[in-house]
Nanobody, 117 residues
Framework: QVQLVESGGGLVQPGGSLRLSCAASGSIFSLYHMGWYRQAPGKQRELVAR???????NYADFVLGRFTISRDNAKNTVSLQMNSLKPNDTAVYYC???????????WGQGTQVTVSS
């Protein structure tokens, strides 16, 4: 039942940085795992980073040390700070909320990230 809207995507050069934001409505963050996923053309959607209600983070190996997930409970937002971007990071990035009781997933519409010179 939570609605999610992503923003912050765009075109960036290799080695550059972007910060993605996800605004949630009707969300209680203490009851949801919040995450970022991405999907490149012809590939499966894959986990990028996840943040549990207790604050534990989980990162895909290919972004560990470069990306950071965080949230602001007062603003009902979750962010993904992306540094040292590579061309292989090019994808549509989706915000995800998973209810810890029902395990129901809510998804945003996605925001395009393109890493190219």
């Amino acid at each position: 039942q939570v609605q999610l809207v992503e923003s912050g995507g765009g075109l960036v050069q290799p080695g550059g940085s972007l910060r993605l934001s996800c605004a949630a409505s009707g969300s209680i963050f203490s009851l949801y795992h919040m995450g970022w996923y991405r999907q490149a053309p012809g590939k499966q959607r894959e986990l990028v980073a996840r943040l549990s209600p207790g604050g534990k983070t989980n990162y895909a190996d290919f972004v560990l040390g470069r990306f950071t997930i965080s949230r602001d409970n007062a603003k009902n937002t979750v962010s993904l700070q992306m540094n040292s971007l590579k061309p292989n990071d090019t994808a549509v990035y989706y915000c995800n909320a998973r209810n810890i009781f029902s395990q129901n997933d809510s998804w945003g519409q996605g925001t395009q990230v393109t890493v190219s010179s």
